[in-house]
């Protein structure tokens, strides 16, 4: 595909139900990423997968959020019992590459609007 | 937690003038990446500086990086109105993921 895409673009759910956000790397990178930002903030990184295996998922803030790449390509983060303050853009970025300290360029997503209500 | 800090968090020129952005981290770093972010839109990589350089250029833009004052300064030369957006600063270091500042919001006035 052109770039990484995400769906769905916008999600208002309410508080308790769970969610499930769709990125679609662009092909043949290895390495693909979640970020969350909050407004008037930069990203903060969540997780990242270097193909299907996770590698890092050190800022996920809690238990009800978990990720997978089951095929080393599209990735889901799923957020179980949303809360209010769960209320973000979700960005998903990929690389070609993904090697510890590498110089590759980590391209993003248009994101995931989450709204819980 | 965030790493870096930008200074100024706002900035409003002319159209035609330069912008300059700072941007401050904590913790060695392999590179450090801008990124801007329209709105409405996704995040756009601007350009790389390695930990062993010291400025690089890429079109109207021009980075410096300081690893022992750990800071880092965008210039925007000859400004557009097209160039109006958030602009973040990130740092990546051996585990491979990126580290955000808090952003600059830049204006630019017709």
């Known amino acids: 595909g052109a770039g990484v895409s995400q769906s769905p673009r916008y999600k208002v759910t309410k508080r308790g139900q769970d969610v499930a956000l769709r990125c679609d790397p662009i092909s043949g990178h290895v390495s693909l990423y979640w970020y969350r930002q909050a407004l008037g903030q930069g990203p903060e990184f969540l997780t990242y997968?270097?193909?299907?295996?996770?590698?890092?998922k050190s800022g996920l803030p809690n238990d009800r959020f978990s990720a997978e790449r089951p095929e080393g390509s599209i990735s889901t983060l799923t957020i179980q019992r949303t809360e209010q303050r769960d209320s973000a853009m979700y960005r998903c970025?990929?690389?070609?590459?993904?090697?510890?300290?590498?110089?590759?360029?980590?391209?993003f997503g248009p994101g995931t609007r989450l709204t819980v209500l | 937690s965030q790493q870096g800090e930008e200074d100024p968090q706002a900035l409003s020129i002319q159209e035609g003038e330069n912008a300059t952005m700072n941007c401050s981290y904590k913790?060695?770093?392999?590179?450090l990446q801008w990124y801007r972010q329209n709105s409405g839109r996704g995040l756009v990589h601007l350009i790389l500086?390695?930990?062993?350089?010291r400025e690089k250029h890429s079109g109207r833009l021009r980075v410096t990086l300081d690893t022992s004052k750990k800071s880092s300064s965008l210039l925007i030369t000859a400004s557009r109105a097209a160039d109006t957006a958030s602009y973040f600063c990130?740092?990546?270091?051996?585990?491979?993921?990126?580290?955000f500042g808090q952003g600059t919001t830049l204006q630019v006035k017709p």
């Open positions: 913790t060695s770093i392999n590179n």
């Open positions: 500086i390695r930990s062993n350089e």
């Open positions: 990130a740092t990546i270091n051996n585990t491979g993921k990126l580290i």
């Open positions: 970025a990929s690389s070609l590459t993904g090697l510890a300290g590498s110089t590759d360029t980590q391209y």
């Open positions: 997968f270097n193909y299907e295996a996770q590698q890092d």
